[in-house]
């Protein structure tokens, strides 16, 4: 690295003229901070960023952009860095654009809007939020780290149910966006109808990081709903996917959440959580209304399907505090098998048609068998059993060296992407390129793939900004 020392002192210097130096860092443990991501293996020496830049509006950003684009220096976007198909490393040396400086919050509640920076927390706004009586549509696993221009950026699904609401930035109706060569573009509207035809917007939330930075999000308030909760417990997972299969083909309404927990993975959550052994495969679920009535109306719709299975039980569960252990035995299971067990945890994501449901939930749970390296590691299975997405996760042996984590981690994606063809469904969270551009490709075909690299090189055509992630992982 010390032969790159000049460099990085040059980069320095003339980012200075562009934001204050306390906001550029040239620390190498701040800049290996800020490549790292939730994948197990280590980070390698051509992906440590030359600096780390802290922009706190458009116009910083816009200069830092020009800058790139004159010195052709890739610049790579930084949330929290919890993407979890391989978005957030840098592919190479490069300037990170770390946002969490962005993070300004405006609720227009006479315009029914809210406009914040992409630095701002989900979980943060989410409180801030249901203290005025909103519902706020992001709910990812991750939201106590999770930035909005993250979730945004990759439409994050997370807990909700999509035939219920709808996806997350089917709320967001416009950005402000920064793009490569340094112009600075709204999009969208500040009325309650979206716009028909071409809308912008689309090109940013939900476009992978790959044509502008995002440093403003304008988001509709949406009135909350009251709940009720469910639970249910399956001998088998092939009587837990009928009863998802019956809600849908039953005509109920579609819960607002709904979880599941294989026996395996419901063993450890309600371990942790001081629940007595479950039986089975669990099923939490969250129906609403605009009463209390009306959402329990709609629950006991849910369980009249699932009861229909012959569940071991199947109820509305009132007591708050039983629903927070239940929930809480679902919501951080990857961390505790990572807490019990000691090694790294690595989910794959598999969308499976309504039709097949029952033999994709059972060819999931066999996930690694039969493949190289990771045959042998204990499989793991929960989900979003509501958006039919199901997360099968391995733990990956902590003393395996970098390059046999980094196999098992490209098997494991591999094995995804053969699913996702077979059933139907592709990444419904966590992006659509990086680790999934070989599926991206097989799924929707060359020329759907030359459209992606048409469209990138005309707005970005140095290839500056977040340069790597539609190529693929490396
Ligand atoms: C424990 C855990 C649980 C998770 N649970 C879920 C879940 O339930 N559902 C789910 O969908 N995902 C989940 N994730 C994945 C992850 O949290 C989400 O993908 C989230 O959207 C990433 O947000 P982030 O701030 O970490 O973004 P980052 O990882 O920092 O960035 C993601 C991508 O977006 C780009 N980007 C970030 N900000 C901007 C911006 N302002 N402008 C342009 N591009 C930008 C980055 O360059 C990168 O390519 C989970 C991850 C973890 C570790």
Same mark, same amino acid.
């Given at each position: 690295m010390s032969s790159a020392q000049p460099d990085i002192q040059h980069i320095a210097d003339a980012l200075q003229e562009i934001l204050p130096?306390?906001?550029?860092s040239t620390n190498r443990f701040e800049r290996i901070a800020n490549a790292l991501h939730p994948f197990p293996f280590d980070i390698e020496e !051509? !992906? *440590?960023?030359?600096a780390v830049v802290m922009p706190s509006n458009a116009q910083e950003v816009s200069g830092i952009l020009k800058y790139a684009n004159k010195e052709k220096i890739p610049v790579f976007v930084r949330g929290s860095g919890t993407q979890l198909a391989g978005s957030s490393r840098p592919h190479t040396h490069g300037i990170v654009l770390n946002v969490?400086?962005?993070?300004q919050l405006e609720i227009h509640e006479d315009y029914g809007f809210l406009e914040c920076g992409p630095g701002c927390v989900v979980a943060k706004l989410d409180n801030i939020l249901a203290a005025r009586g909103y519902f706020f549509p992001f709910h990812p696993g991750s939201r106590l780290i999770a930035n909005m221009g993250g979730v945004v950026t990759n439409n994050t699904s997370g807990h909700i149910v999509d035939a219920s *609401?709808?996806?997350?930035?089917?709320? *967001?109706?416009g950005v402000q966006a920064v793009l490569p060569n340094g112009d600075i573009i709204e999009t969208g509207t500040k009325g309650m109808r979206r716009p028909a035809g071409t809308d912008l917007t689309k090109f940013f939330a939900g476009g992978d990081g790959l044509l502008g930075v995002i440093t403003s999000i304008r988001i509709r308030l949406l009135p909350a709903f009251k709940r009720a909760h469910g639970f249910a417990m399956f001998r088998d997972l092939k009587s837990l996917a009928r009863g998802v299969q019956r809600v849908y083909r039953e005509k109920?309404?579609?819960?607002l959440l709904m979880e599941f927990m294989e026996n395996a993975a419901a063993k450890i959550g309600f371990e942790i959580k001081g629940l007595p052994e479950p039986q089975g495969s669990a099923i939490f679920f969250v129906s609403v209304g605009a009463t209390e009535e009306e959402a329990s109306g709609r629950l006991k719709l849910v369980l009249s399907s699932f009861k229909a299975e012959n569940p071991l039980e199947a109820y509305e569960v009132t007591d708050m505090g039983d629903w927070e252990k239940l929930w809480g035995a679902r919501e951080v299971i990857g961390s505790f098998l990572m807490q019990k067990t000691g090694h790294q945890w690595k989910a794959a994501e598999i969308v499976c048609n309504l039709k097949d449901l029952v033999e994709g939930i059972e060819e999931v749970k066999n996930f690694n068998k039969g493949r190289p390296l990771i045959d042998d590691l204990p499989l793991y299975l929960y989900g979003h059993i509501g958006a039919l997405t199901m997360h099968p996760g391995i733990l990956i042996p902590s003393d395996w060296d970098s390059e046999k984590q980094k196999k098992a981690n490209a098997e494991l994606f591999k094995r995804e992407a053969e699913l996702n063809l077979k059933y139907g469904g592709c990444g419904g969270e966590w992006g659509q390129f990086s680790m999934r551009k070989d599926f991206f490709v097989r799924r929707y075909g060359e020329a759907g793939y030359a459209l992606m690299r048409t469209i990138k090189q005309a707005v970005d055509p140095n290839n500056i900004l977040n340069p790597g992630i539609l190529e693929g992982y490396r």
């Open positions: 130096r306390e906001f550029i !051509q !992906q *440590v960023p030359y969490h400086r962005m993070n *609401v709808g996806k997350p930035n089917d709320y *967001v109706m109920r309404p579609v819960p």
